[in-house]
């Protein structure tokens, strides 16, 4: 016992001192210009994964796996890439102008599919990953619609403090993932837009679905609760441009209609969500968070009899 309290007592320590540090950093990153700061957050990426080997493997090994025949001076360039765009994201969601980064979006093909969606009356699911400047999605959803986003709260807890203070600041209402029910289903009784992220791992708790050309676990949320409510579920993803303009994709609303709460109907649906949201994923895959060990709870999720897991 007395092992268990000084592991959570280094840990704290641990997790304060690293914020600490952060909160010191920070008003000096925003007392520059931007592309200072911008041009200085993208080295320290490259640095930390390409260098210190900040999760860097793992990027190496899950681009190499989804795609196997790319030439290894063309993968090296697709790490570049990929730390570049973290570095940048976090530029502009911790330093840029607010009202200055939302004239940067585009909006296609427009609010249409969304308006006509929530004007039903249930609400609607926004089917979305981490995937270009999610959070910058997230602020654009809610200054047009009531927005709660369902998030995995931070190891780091005064982070995870700061950033839910950075979501209410922007109108974004947000809920941990483990206590989510009540609150989503409140919310889309309301009429409200709810974002659920498709492209995290759930271990054993989510459904073998493919994902990006391997088995994966998928959470089966969005699904379950499309079902239960008549929810449309609408696949949503802000895309990079360039280093300065960004797009919101909504896609095509995916209806429940025809599904009952069966395991099978859930799993088929699950995929189907997954799939939506993979698309925007395969056109700039080197903005996708490939940090994340998204394969490795695939040989625990159900279903994974029938498969033959990939990346652990």
Not at 19 to 24: D, H
Not at 170 to 188: K, M, N, Q, W, Y
Not at 239 to 268: F, V, Y
Request: hydrophobic share 45%; proline share 5%; glycine share 8%.
């Amino acid at each position: 016992m007395r092992a268990k309290v000084l592991y959570f007592q280094v840990m704290d320590f641990k997790s304060h001192s690293e914020y600490a540090l952060f909160r010191a950093v920070l008003p000096c990153l925003r007392s520059v210009p931007y592309r200072w700061s911008s041009a200085f957050l993208r080295r320290c990426a490259r640095l930390a994964g390409l260098s210190l080997g900040l999760r860097g493997e793992v990027v190496k090994t899950q681009l190499g796996a989804v795609f196997p025949s790319l030439p290894a001076t063309e993968l090296a360039a697709l790490c570049v890439k990929v730390y570049d765009h973290l570095g940048l994201t976090a530029a502009e969601v911790l330093c840029a102008e607010p009202d200055a980064l939302f004239q940067t979006v585009d909006i296609a093909p427009g609010w249409d599919v969304l308006d006509r969606a929530l004007a039903r009356g249930r609400g609607a699911i926004a089917a979305t990953g981490h995937i270009g400047n999610f959070e910058l999605g997230g602020r654009v959803l809610a200054r047009r619609f009531p927005l709660l986003d369902v998030v995995k709260v931070q190891r780091n807890a005064p982070f995870d403090r700061f950033l839910q203070e950075q979501r209410l600041r922007f109108g974004i209402r947000t809920v941990p993932t483990e206590r989510s029910g009540r609150a989503v289903l409140a919310h889309l009784r309301s009429g409200g837009l709810v974002t659920l992220l498709m492209d995290q791992d759930a271990g054993k708790t989510g459904f073998v679905t493919d994902f990006l050309g391997l088995p994966a676990s998928t959470w089966p949320g969005a699904a379950r609760i499309s079902i239960r409510t008549g929810c449309p579920v609408i696949p949503v993803a802000i895309l990079r441009n360039d280093d300065r303009t960004h797009t919101l994709h909504i896609g095509e609303a995916l209806e429940p209609q025809g599904l009952s709460d069966r395991e099978s109907d859930i799993r088929e649906f699950t995929g189907r969500i997954s799939a939506a949201v993979e698309r925007f994923i395969w056109d700039r895959p080197e903005q996708w968070f490939w940090v994340h060990r998204r394969w490795k709870g695939a040989a625990e999720a159900r279903g994974a009899d029938e498969v033959t897991p990939g990346i652990k």
